[in-house]
């Protein structure tokens, strides 16, 4: 469990946060541009400093202003991907996701995480003749390599393209469950949080205004429905009575029909993040055939 | 008298100035980029006033500074018992704060060139600023590195003021290259030093060929 309180004035921003991240798990930090959610990352990091507070990580402190404690980066067990994967240019892929590991034996691990994230064959590769999808995978690796007890992202798939990004979010996914690493992940994506986090904490200048999981936060309760889809709404066509609604998700649309009341209530458009839910008793499965 | 004899003085001393410099003028830089001291800017236009000042002048503050009668001066002959002012030892000294900031300002510019995040993410992969300087900072500084030690090798190369001004027109010591060009034309022999400063030119001119061809940035570095 990290502990996490902490104030900060800039010029004409003030950032005012107290919260917890829960071992294991990923927790997002949601919010618009500009709400604070990357200065709270390099603060926890150690890569600046608040003016007051405290970041504790079980027993461990390491910021602490009434005691004059703050840990240097290097002192704190973090691994931080950056927006821009900030890749070593003059390094391999290898070397840089070597860079942190300081234990020789160690090194032997390489392999094992080269094919972790299905690189394997890139390792003599500069970052410069890779995709934005392998350069971020290569940078998140790099951040693990070194078997941190906090993985921090600062929203690492918002330089890619929407192709690149669902993969990436099912290797984060994959990833971090297999790391069971403490993760905190900065995104202003609605459906990133739905997709990766167990808990959410959102940002509004400088504030926290909820937090909790991303139900609870988004929906305002627990859903009790068993299929849910997250996705943006492309179309409303509404005539006096009901409405059709197209939401995007992954690379499906899915039609949906509501009230067109319901529709005014919520003030829907297009762009809007939604979740689709259904109480369904009876779905039928079909098993997909695949020719051998 | 010798005819290659200053000439290969001059190399000698640009080639130590050189090596000196770059062994200076990395921590130099590297406190002018990184340093969060106010008073920065004082050391910055400290180093860069060889640029500005005539080199007379420079030449005349160091005569004082290590001649016979000031403190470094009378240390320096005790230590060694010798003089520093007009010797090659004293050359050197002259031709190292002489070319100071053709070393330091694209040494500077390098570092400062380095992006940012790059310092950060090794130091959030647990490394210290010092394996970060000689993981990530020097090798991506590798151009600005280069241009700075061919600059000052060229520079002291063609010094003249200074080296007169603090080692005079000893031969085999201090009578450099661009001394023994003047001292010729004083003694009306064109031809020699017709021949001295075609050398020099031709020198010059490929170094900075060779500097402009490997590195592009050239223009922006200095």
């Excluded at chain 1, 200065?39 to 600046?48: D, F, M």
């Excluded at chain 1, 973090?78 to 160690?106: C, M, S, Y």
């Excluded at chain 1, 009341?261 to 055939?289: C, H, M, P, Q, Y």
Aim: proline share 4%.
């Amino acid at each position: 469990m990290l502990n996490i309180s902490l104030q900060k004035t800039w010029k004409e921003f003030r950032l005012d946060v107290a919260f917890e991240i829960p071992r294991g798990k990923v927790t997002a930090l949601f919010g618009p541009s500009g709400a604070g959610k990357s200065s709270i990352l390099r603060i926890i990091s150690g890569l600046e400093m608040a003016d007051r507070g405290m970041i504790s990580h079980g027993k461990e402190v390491w910021f602490d202003d009434t005691k004059g404690i703050s840990l240097p980066p290097q002192q704190r067990s973090i691994g931080f991907v950056f927006q821009d994967f900030a890749l070593f240019p003059h390094l391999t892929v290898e070397r840089n996701v070597a860079f942190g590991i300081k234990e020789k034996r160690r090194l032997n691990e390489l392999k094992d995480l080269m094919s972790l994230i299905g690189l394997s064959g890139y390792e003599r590769y500069y970052p410069a003749q890779l995709s934005g999808g392998q350069k971020q995978r290569v940078a998140l690796i790099r951040a693990l390599a070194r078997k941190p007890d906090l993985l921090l992202l600062d929203e690492p798939l918002s330089a890619l393209d929407w192709e690149t990004r669902r993969q990436l979010q099912e290797d984060l996914k994959r990833i971090t469950q297999q790391f069971q690493v403490t993760t905190l992940y900065v995104t202003h994506d609605i459906t990133e949080v739905y997709k990766l986090a167990d808990y959410v904490v959102v940002l509004e200048s400088g504030r926290i205004v909820k937090q909790g999981t991303p139900e609870e936060v988004f929906l305002g309760k627990k859903l009790s429905t068993r299929i849910q889809i997250v996705g943006k709404v492309v179309s409303i066509e509404s005539d006096s009575i009901i409405a059709a609604v197209t939401v995007l998700h992954d690379d499906q649309y899915f039609k949906t029909l509501i009230d067109t009341e319901e529709v005014d209530r919520l003030n829907l458009k297009v762009g809007d993040d939604v979740v689709i839910g259904a109480k369904s008793s009876d779905v039928i499965l079909f098993k997909v055939l695949t020719q051998s | 008298m010798n005819f290659a004899a200053p000439l290969l003085l001059s190399l000698k001393l640009s080639l130590i100035t050189m090596i000196s410099l770059f062994i200076v003028g990395i921590p130099a830089a590297y406190w002018l980029v990184f340093s969060k001291a106010r008073w920065r800017f004082l050391v910055e236009s400290v180093v860069a006033l060889p640029l500005v000042l005539p080199p007379t002048v420079l030449g005349f503050y160091l005569l004082m500074i290590v001649g016979g009668n000031s403190f470094i001066g009378r240390w320096y002959e005790v230590a060694f018992n010798k003089t520093l002012a007009f010797s090659f030892e004293g050359l050197v000294l002259g031709s190292l704060i002489y070319s100071l900031p053709f070393a330091v300002q694209p040494f500077q510019t390098a570092f400062a060139g380095v992006d940012r995040k790059l310092l950060e993410a090794s130091w959030s992969l647990g490394r210290s600023h010092l394996y970060t300087f000689f993981s990530v900072i020097l090798p991506l500084s590798r151009q600005g590195i280069i241009t700075g030690c061919v600059l000052s090798f060229a520079h002291t190369l063609g010094e003249f003021g200074v080296v007169l001004m603090i080692g005079g027109n000893i031969p085999g010591i201090t009578k450099v290259a661009s001394v023994a060009i003047y001292d010729e034309v004083q003694l009306l022999n064109y031809g020699s030093a017709n021949m001295y400063s075609a050398i020099l030119l031709s020198f010059s001119f490929i170094i900075l060929a060779v500097v402009y061809f490997i590195n592009r940035r050239f223009i922006r570095t200095i």
